[in-house]
């Protein structure tokens, strides 16, 4: 079992995380983010890759989310988990959180968001009922709840287009929708792991409220504050769940 690990905003790389070997990979889909990082942690073989670029300068909008979702695959990998920095919706979704969502609310536009789309014998439709892999949701909540590490165990993701943040009232929509978090990345980049048949599941930081929850501003240095004591978590509850696959 190989697993990957995309790191979002305020993981750029893996504290632990043995290197082995970078790879860049090119895909019939161009370029993924960065080279894959391929390594040990906690004794399983592991591939890293930053969604943003290694010098963190790729917005959400314009990640290439099929090279990065092709090359995982072409790496053998066979689980992946997505950490994404979020706003937080719902009341138990504040700042600092980790939430493992099970659901997600797709309102991008204009992304590459398919492998089906050329050279087609037939139309294919994935059934994405359940979005997120749940043996490896089950597997992020058992790590945590053995760690002591304190996770959310649920929530509807609401992936926006970015990269400006969302107004007060299309916060009050989401949340009317019943999304619980709002960020930028999830999508295509779940639907695509799915159509890769990828096991994949998301570990989310919320690194502020949404606008309009908090009568405040959200401001860069404020998320990069409420992320760092995230990630630490994130990267606990990582460790731990390898430590326990390969025990
Ligand atoms: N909205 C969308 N994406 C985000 C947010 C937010 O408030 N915070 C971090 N990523």
Same mark, same amino acid.
């Given at each position: =079992?190989?697993?990957?690990?995309?790191?979002?905003?305020?993981?750029?790389?893996?504290?632990?995380? @043995?290197?082995?070997?970078?790879?860049?990979?090119?895909?019939? !889909?161009? @370029?993924?983010?960065?080279?894959?990082?391929?390594?040990? &942690?906690?004794?399983?073989?592991?591939? !890293?890759?930053?969604?943003?670029?290694?010098?963190?300068?790729?917005?959400?909008?314009?990640?290439? /989310?099929?090279?990065?979702?092709?090359?995982?695959?072409?790496?053998?990998?066979?689980?992946?988990?997505?950490?994404?920095?979020?706003?937080?919706?719902? @009341?138990? =979704?504040?700042?600092?959180?980790?939430?493992?969502?099970?659901?997600?609310?797709? /309102?991008?536009?204009?992304?590459?968001?398919? !492998?089906?789309?050329?050279?087609?014998?037939?139309?294919?439709?994935?059934?994405?009922?359940?979005?997120?892999?749940?043996?490896?949701?089950?597997?992020?909540?058992?790590?945590?709840?053995?760690?002591?590490?304190?996770?959310?165990?649920?929530?509807? /993701?609401?992936?926006?287009?970015?990269?400006?943040?969302?107004?007060?009232?299309?916060?009050?929509?989401?949340?009317?929708?019943?999304?619980?978090?709002?960020? =930028?990345?999830?999508?295509?980049?779940?639907?695509?792991?799915?159509?890769?048949?990828?096991? /994949?599941?998301?570990?989310?930081?919320?690194?502020?409220?949404?606008?309009?929850?908090?009568? @405040?501003?959200?401001?860069?240095?404020?998320?990069?504050?409420?992320?760092?004591?995230? =990630?630490?978590?994130?990267?606990? &509850?990582?460790?731990?769940?390898?430590?326990?696959?390969?025990?």
């Amino acid at each position: =079992m190989k697993l990957a690990i995309i790191g979002g905003t305020g993981l750029a790389n893996m504290e632990g995380l @043995e290197v082995v070997r970078r790879e860049v990979v090119h895909t019939p !889909f161009g @370029e993924p983010s960065a080279p894959l990082t391929h390594g040990r &942690l906690e004794g399983a073989e592991v591939v !890293f890759l930053p969604r943003h670029g290694s010098g963190h300068t790729i917005p959400p909008h314009q990640i290439n /989310y099929r090279a990065n979702m092709w090359a995982i695959r072409h790496a053998g990998v066979d689980w992946v988990i997505a950490v994404a920095a979020t706003g937080g919706i719902r @009341e138990d =979704m504040g700042p600092g959180v980790v939430a493992i969502p099970d659901q997600i609310i797709d /309102y991008t536009w204009g992304r590459d968001h398919t !492998f089906y789309e050329h050279d087609l014998t037939h139309v294919t439709h994935v059934d994405f009922t359940d979005p997120y892999c749940e043996a490896l949701r089950q597997g992020l909540i058992q790590a945590g709840r053995a760690a002591g590490i304190g996770l959310v165990e649920d929530g509807a /993701y609401g992936v926006t287009q970015g990269p400006r943040l969302e107004t007060a009232k299309e916060i009050e929509r989401l949340k009317r929708d019943g999304c619980d978090l709002v960020g =930028m990345t999830a999508m295509p980049e779940a639907g695509l792991a799915r159509e890769l048949d990828l096991c /994949y599941a998301t570990c989310s930081v919320v690194a502020n409220w949404a606008a309009g929850l908090s009568g @405040e501003a959200i401001t860069m240095q404020g998320i990069r504050h409420n992320l760092e004591e995230g =990630m630490l978590k994130v990267e606990a &509850l990582i460790r731990r769940l390898l430590g326990d696959l390969t025990k």
